[in-house]
């Protein structure tokens, strides 16, 4: 489906004039479920290159269970946010609310860690350190955060789950 429209909010308020589900929002961009497959989740960001730059690394790296699974990232062109896209994604369910605190706290543990600072949770050189004694998938989900530490925006809203496996949608701003 192709919606025209001329602004960034304008495009929001005719899908859901369309009817098409609103699902959340964060600070650059709205969640909506796709309006013929439930199971794809319909990011509309409004420009920030951070995430673009996560959802092309998630898109490389499309067997790692930690990430979400994005299908398509495409550019929209609306008069006030040039740098609009939106992210063909699959959909995934709340984490429960003890997660990403078990998580955090179970690496900081593990690996004898410090809290650095609460959105990147570690420095650099404590991700290095959670890298090299991980799974292979979790180390390279811990070497890109290592690479952004000030970039790094993990908490509770940027993590969901794909069945029982936590997924980090979105650990950028």
């Not at 004694?133 to 809203?157: E, K, T, V, W």
Request: glycine content about 6%.
């Amino acid at each position: 489906m192709r919606v025209l429209a001329e602004t960034f909010l304008g495009y929001q308020r005719r899908l859901r004039e369309l009817g098409v589900t609103f699902l959340g929002e964060g600070s650059f961009g709205t969640v909506y479920e796709h309006p013929t497959n439930p199971k794809v989740a319909v990011k509309i960001v409004r420009s920030d290159t951070l995430y673009l730059r996560y959802a092309e690394f998630c898109i490389r790296h499309t067997k790692n269970p930690w990430l979400p699974r994005i299908h398509e990232v495409t550019p929209l062109k609306l008069k006030d946010a040039p740098k609009a896209y939106s992210v063909f994604m699959e959909r995934l369910k709340p984490a429960a609310p003890g997660d990403f605190t078990a998580l955090r706290d179970g690496l900081r543990t593990k690996f004898k860690l410090t809290l650095w600072t609460e959105p990147q949770w570690f420095s650099k050189d404590g991700w290095k350190l959670v890298a090299r004694g991980s799974d292979p998938a979790f180390a390279q989900l811990a070497n890109y955060f290592a690479d952004q530490i000030n970039r790094a925006d993990l908490n509770s809203n940027n993590i969901m789950h794909r069945g029982s496996q936590i997924v980090f949608t979105d650990p950028v701003a």
